[in-house]
């Protein structure tokens, strides 16, 4: 069965720090991978996406994520934090009909 | 583009009554649409997919009877949580996903928090 494991439940970076999330998953063919980004009170929005290709995808905001097959990861990472960064991220896998999302990593950022 | 809303955004109510959720694809036809539920600081458990003119599927350990879903057109789902009980307070998200703009991709809606008192 597929899962997702984020390993840190709450980090915090100060601005204008980078910033690398840890994602592993767990999935029995060539997984579909999501982040998405949660503000308080609000609905999911997504950063990136890998279905296929190169293993490096840029999505919005400065955010990258890096598809390491041989460690089953999909860690994001941004060069340099903002304050506005801070919020709750989540590492999804799978297809449309049947996807599995992470527990959630908490990003606080100090001034 | 991909706009997903929810309405209302926040839903106070008497314990034994029922309230309904809406979810609608604002610029797109949502061929697929989900239903999540998430307390607080925990992550999303998907509670029920449907697809447009179908019964929804629901999750195991989802009471279908509770927690009624109806996709009547390709842009509005909506969730009734009948007889409502404390326990149902939750944030509740929808997300909608179409082949006809990014496949395997799904877009939420800004969610709905549900307090029952």
């Known amino acids: 069965a597929q899962s997702v494991t984020q390993p840190d439940i709450h980090i915090t970076v100060s601005e204008g720090a980078s910033l690398e999330l840890r994602c592993n998953y767990s999935?029995?063919?060539?997984?579909?991978l999501f982040w998405y980004v949660q503000s308080p009170g609000q609905g999911l929005q997504l950063l990136l996406k890998?279905?296929?290709?190169?293993?490096l995808v840029q999505g919005i905001k400065g955010f990258e994520a890096e598809f390491k097959r041989s460690q089953s990861s999909f860690n994001l990472r941004k060069p340099s934090v903002h304050w506005s960064d801070a919020a709750e991220y989540f590492c999804a896998v799978g297809a449309t009909n049947d996807m599995r999302f992470g527990a959630g990593t908490r990003l606080t950022v100090k001034p | 583009g991909a706009v997903v809303s929810q309405h209302p955004s926040r839903v106070i109510c008497k314990s034994g009554t029922s309230v309904k959720i809406e979810c609608r694809s604002l610029?797109?036809?949502?061929?697929?649409m989900f239903w999540y539920r998430q307390f607080p600081k925990q992550s999303l458990m998907l509670m029920a997919t449907s697809n447009e003119g179908s019964k929804a599927t629901y999750e195991q350990g989802v009471e279908k009877d509770k927690f009624l879903i109806n996709h009547a057109s390709l842009t509005l789902s909506t969730l009734t949580v009948t007889s409502a009980h404390p326990e149902d307070s939750s944030f509740y998200i929808c997300s909608a996903s179409t082949w006809f703009l990014s496949t395997d991709t799904q877009y939420f809606g800004p969610g709905t928090r549900l307090t029952v008192l």
């Open positions: 610029d797109f036809q949502a061929t697929t």
């Open positions: 999935y029995g063919a060539t997984p579909y």
């Open positions: 890998y279905f296929s290709g190169d293993t």
